[in-house]
């Protein structure tokens, strides 16, 4: 059983950087393949890009491609997205979710709200 | 990387039936059989529900049904029950590693 942990809610100012973590336990970060997705206030999910380990190639969504960095830990299993150059748009919650291979999600973090604001 | 068409909303009484269509292109839906539902209650992560087209996970519901046909997929539920009223996604790959999530239905059960 995979239990992703997220870290915790933050408030950034426009133009600054988050990072947000999700650790994993039940499995090694080495046999998941990591996805990133994002839910602005009622709107809908978004994909925001993944990690893959087969290859260690990241993929991102073309909406925050040059904005978004994925990273992971494997001596910590715990997986990082950056994303830079913060906008109000940004205000979102953040979740990873893993992928067994088929293009589906698994499992879920919990999510991690960051908010955006002057 | 168009999100996939969902309707805004859809609704039935306890007991009946209802689907939710997922409306991508020859690029994502129409190109292979992986869409995937998700369900998510207010301020909670989505749980899988289908995937694959038409596979369910351990634990879910086989009142929970999906199926596809060119480039609409959709999700049935059967004997709703007041616990399905929820938010409904749909993804799709779409192709170079990428996903793309549908815009979401809120399911109302009477």
């Known amino acids: 059983q995979v239990q992703l942990v997220q870290s915790g809610a933050e408030v950034k100012k426009p133009g600054a950087s988050v990072k947000v973590s999700c650790k994993v336990s039940g499995y090694t970060l080495t046999e998941l393949s990591m996805h990133w997705v994002r839910q602005a206030p009622g709107k809908g999910l978004e994909w925001m890009g993944r990690f893959d380990p087969e290859d260690g190639e990241t993929i991102y969504a073309q909406k925050c491609q040059g904005r978004v960095t994925m990273t992971e830990d494997t001596s910590t299993d715990t997986a990082y997205m950056d994303l830079s150059s913060l906008r109000s748009e940004d205000t979102a919650v953040y979740y990873c979710?893993?992928?067994?291979?088929?293009?589906?999600?698994?499992?879920w973090g919990q999510g991690t709200l960051v908010t955006v604001s002057s | 990387q168009s999100a996939l068409t969902q309707p805004a909303s859809v609704s039935g009484s306890p007991g009946q039936s209802i689907t939710i269509s997922c409306t991508g292109t020859?690029?994502?839906?129409?190109?292979?059989?992986?869409v995937s539902w998700y369900q998510q209650h207010p301020g909670k992560a989505p749980k899988l529900m289908i995937y694959e087209g038409s596979k369910r996970p351990s634990g879910v519901s086989n009142r929970f049904s999906g199926s596809k046909s060119g480039n609409t997929a959709s999700l049935t539920i059967s004997g709703l029950q007041a616990e399905d009223e929820a938010d409904y996604y749909c993804?799709?790959?779409?192709?170079?590693?990428?996903?793309?999530f549908g815009g979401g239905t809120k399911l109302t059960v009477l």
């Open positions: 979710a893993t992928d067994p291979g088929s293009g589906y999600f698994d499992y």
């Open positions: 020859s690029s994502d839906v129409g190109s292979y059989n992986l």
């Open positions: 993804c799709s790959y779409a192709g170079s590693r990428t996903l793309v």
